[in-house]
């Protein structure tokens, strides 16, 4: 029927719809198959030119979020150990699964919150990132359950979204703190925990993650790219300007050590982030 879609939770976007209108649907579905195909949805109907490019509704100030996982403060998270037992590894997946599923509506809502103030390309880009988020988060989704659990079987914590609201009012906040502080935190981390996934003899759980990680490289890159051509827009630069938003929006330390070759890689150079790191602690004689 047209103008009618169905999903598990809400309503799939429709062609003839705005995209502000197929992020809302995004955002309010909570159950995590049903977002992962409602993004994937979204995406393919935008790339398709099916939908408009119209921001007409509001975005919600919270996504939908089921019953599971348990959403803890970041201080009452169990503290993950480095071991390479299964039940390290389904911790050390949980909690990928949990940022990749965040990830969706990170990337959704930046579209349908930001998306009137840039040209459709800032679209197309965001809404490739979406899909791809969701693809990450369907393969941990599978590797977990080859693995004998599911996401929301741990506890999981919601910092990633609280850095998602406290830039709600500032398209260039939110670029300056997602993709180039969240999301490039994650190319610092992950070889070493592909180092680990393998000297434990999880190849396929390796394998993922290395798909991620080049793909991550990418999303901080399309991050710089926008955030560079705002920055521009806005007659300061871009080093300048990132090393303001993130002093005033993120809450957290920069912590060493930096996959320096990583970042550079996507364009976020030691210029905008060497003068706001933590220093390292001294070796201890």
Known sequence: MPGTCHSREAPS????????????????????YAKVMAARAVAREWRLGRLAHEFDVAMPDRPARGERPELLPPARMPKRRKGGSIAHRIA????????????????????????????????????????????????????????????????????????????????AARLAVVPLVLEARGLDVTPQMIVRLDAAGDGISSRILARIYSDEINHVATGMKWFESSARDSGVTPAEQWRALVGRYFGGALKPPFNDSARASAGLTPEFYASLAVPEPSAQT
Do not use: N
């Not at 003839?16 to 209108?21: I, K, T």
């Not at 197929?22 to 309010?28: D, G, P, T």
């Open 13 to 32: 976007p429709c062609r003839g719809g705005s995209l502000g209108s197929a992020c809302r649907s995004v955002l309010m579905t909570g159950d995590p």
């Open 92 to 171: 050390l997946l949980h909690a990928i699964a949990h940022i990749e599923y965040v990830a969706i509506d990170l990337a959704v809502d930046l579209v349908g919150r930001f998306g009137g103030q840039f040209p459709r390309a800032f679209a197309d880009d965001w809404m490739k990132v979406a899909a791809e988020e969701a693809m990450h988060f369907a393969l941990i989704q599978r590797r977990l359950r080859q693995l004998g659990a599911a996401y929301g079987d741990l506890p999981a914590h919601d910092g990633l979204w609280e850095a998602a609201e406290a830039t709600a009012h500032d398209a």
